[in-house]
């Protein structure tokens, strides 16, 4: 069994995502520039399209089309599965253009938490976000941290308009 107390991810988050495949080194671009050139094709009928930056395309390639499942119970809320895979919010250009325009920043999709029906999306800085029925959901400053607060249970933050002023 490899030491995990050495790797880059709170022991349970490292354990989830080597159960889905990930390992160290994992870096599928091939498959991150297919998405980047069919998000960034996109275009709504009323004309609004998503961008794409390097964080994104970053994030694509190391965690691209795993889907992630907690190991255990969550420390605050019920642990989220994840798949990483834009496409799941490529119909929603307008919602992740007015997200970004309330931060002054650009977002793009990510993937999705699949019990909770959000969508997973990370701006231009890294940072990342979840948008469900309930609002808009800070999930850390990078992915990695994103992964911890979805895989671990740990409360997300919720999105006000004061959180955005």
């Known amino acids: 069994m490899p030491d995990l107390s050495t790797t880059r991810f709170p022991v349970p988050v490292d354990a989830a995502l080597r159960e889905a495949g990930w390992q160290p080194g994992r870096w599928d ?3 991150a520039e297919e998405w980047a050139d069919t998000i960034s094709s996109y275009v709504t009928p009323a004309g609004h399209r998503h961008r794409v930056f390097p964080a994104a395309v970053e994030a694509w390639a190391e965690f691209g089309n795993l889907r992630i499942a907690p190991l255990g119970p969550g ?6 599965t994840l798949l990483v895979d834009p496409l799941a919010g ?3 250009a307008r919602t992740l253009s007015d997200l970004g325009r309330s931060l002054d920043t650009e977002i793009s999709p990510l993937g999705e938490e699949c019990d909770a029906h959000s969508v997973l999306a990370i701006d231009r800085a890294g940072r990342v976000y979840s948008i469900d029925h309930t609002g808009d959901w800070y999930l850390g400053a990078d992915i990695d941290t994103a992964l911890g607060t979805l895989l671990t249970g740990l409360d997300p933050t919720r999105l006000t308009p004061a959180a955005t002023d």
């Open 29 to 31: 671009i091939k498959q």
């Open 75 to 80: 420390r605050q809320i019920a642990p989220a």
């Open 90 to 92: 490529i119909h929603l």
